[in-house]
């Protein structure tokens, strides 16, 4: 019989070959469980692996405050929580914001990215804010 696919794996691959279309992007597999993305050997976002939960996370110098606020986020372990770093947990029934991970995935590369890498990319495309009725 054949294995079956986790709920998240299109969306797993999906986040992974769009940040490795970044200038210089590559992977790195630090320790099992990971399949991060990386430049110049420098993680901009650790990423589960496939058949396991989607979890993510990402150094958002601009955004952390806000993607704190979600409920499936929480600061990084270990310290980086501190230096803007966001984790993102996802159960097998959830979702997961692909749109929204895209943008986090953006911010972390530019971040971390040499300054010559992130010359060569366009400018960084906000998010969508939703427009709130005011009386």
Known sequence: MAKR??????????????????????????????????????????????GEPLRISCKLPASSGLALTMPFTEPTAYGLGKSGWVSATFKDSDTPPIELLKLWIDESYRAQAPKKFVKQLPAPTAAPVKKTRTR
Not at 11 to 34: D, Q, V
């Open 5 to 50: 696919r986790h709920p998240h794996h299109a969306t797993l691959i999906a986040l992974r070959e769009f940040g490795l279309a970044y200038p210089g992007a590559h992977t790195k597999s630090p320790w099992p469980g990971h399949l991060d993305l990386a430049v110049n050997d420098k993680t901009f976002t650790y990423l589960s692996v496939d």
